[in-house]
């Protein structure tokens, strides 16, 4: 009996330490424990030694990469609050995280009237099937799926350019040193340069074979995903290496799977009848009132606009199928992710203006636009030439009688 006791006692305490240890996996993911990482939290979370990546609102790098040290440090050191830290950790284990954002972009607001690929081969979003009067210039299109994970306060984070047992993908991090160029070091070199400089050294650590890929979809890339058809694939290529791979085993480290589940998804939440389509779509060209807006997609949706109140893009979060792994249907937002990234809220805009950049609508309005006096002069110039051929014409006639 003592000893039946004694068993129990141990087996009692394997499962329970077993279980604080996956309570503790799980709940690490939730800020704002997560950022304020220890020697405990980086052990369970498997993060030792992992930087912070990007900071969300200056977009600068952090000059703390990990530690305590990153929540006890005040400025120059720590450039923000870390209550307002808004940014990704590169090199992270793939498949650690909890749940997705699938990101939509309005064109209109990003991109130019005729795409130039001079130019413009640096604007991911826009190609030249997002130029006025095709398919994919005035609908919602895709950005990406994203890995993220669950934070709360003013806490947000997502892993990024991950590792997993095929590959490690943080190389093509700027942090990843793979690029030649002599002015790498510059501070105003951003990671698009860096995987700019990639493409063109055909570093193929970090590019995939785009044409496989994008070329069976490419019929649904023009209409649902414009900016995937740019030049040097250089959108897919970001997308997967920073977003892909933190999900890679779900999706069987399949890019092409990876690509038309995102592409289904975009056709499911903008089709005719969607809330998108409703209160998005069909007020293209208007303003609506952005808490009104918010409610109507039911919480699940956070609207990013510019410094003009104008609609940029549409963050809609999605769960992490228990099952499955995949994205199977929306959920609210978390409160980290809204208190962050809510750039319409930051504006104070009340309303959320959805532009159409129709160029030909501008010709007609801006191109024969006449000042009220050049108008007045000009009529009276036609109504006294018409009143001297009436003239004229009544004199002919008097002669006649």
Known sequence: ?????????????IGYYSAQFNFSNYHCLDGPNFWCLNDTTESLCNFTNKTIGLCGYSNKRCQVKTGDNFCKSSPPAQEQSPFEFNGGLTGVDDNLFSYYILDLYWPPSSCPPIYNETIDFLSYFCSPYTDVNQPGR??????????????????????????????????????????????????????????????????????????????????????????????????INHEWTKHGSCCSLIFQ?????????????????????????????????????????????????????????????????????????????????????????DSCKKAQCEYVFIPLRNQYRQISTDDYYFSPVWTTLLSIIILSILFKYLILFFGACYQFI
Not at 1 to 13: D, E, H
Request: charged share 20%; hydrophobic share 35%.
């Open 138 to 235: 005035e609908r919602l299109a895709l950005h990406g799926l994203w890995p993220t994970f669950s934070t709360n306060g003013n806490y947000q984070g997502w892993p990024q350019f991950c590792v997993s047992t095929h590959y490690d993908w943080s190389k093509c991090h700027i942090d990843g040193n793979l690029c030649s160029w002599t002015n790498s070091t510059k501070d105003n070199f951003t990671q698009v340069d860096y995987e700019y400089c990639l493409s063109v050294e055909n570093r193929q650590e970090c590019l995939i074979n785009a044409t496989d890929i994008l070329l069976p979809e490419q019929e649904r890339l023009k209409i649902l995903a414009p900016g995937y058809l740019g030049v040097r694939n250089l959108f």
């Open 253 to 341: 480290h399949n890019i092409s799977y990876y690509l038309a589940y995102m592409l289904d998804l975009v056709d499911m939440v903008t089709r005719p009848g969607s809330l998108t389509y409703e209160y998005i779509q069909r007020n293209a060209g208007e303003k609506v009132d952005l808490n009104y807006l918010i409610a109507a997609l039911n919480q699940t949706a956070i609207i990013n606009c510019n410094s003009k109140c104008e609609l940029e893009e549409i963050a809609m979060c999605m769960n992490r199928d228990h099952h499955t792994g995949l994205p199977k249907r929306f959920i609210e937002c978390p409160p980290g992710a809204r208190n962050t990234s």
């Open 1 to 13: 009996m003592i000893l039946f006791n004694r068993l129990f006692i141990v087996f009692y305490c």
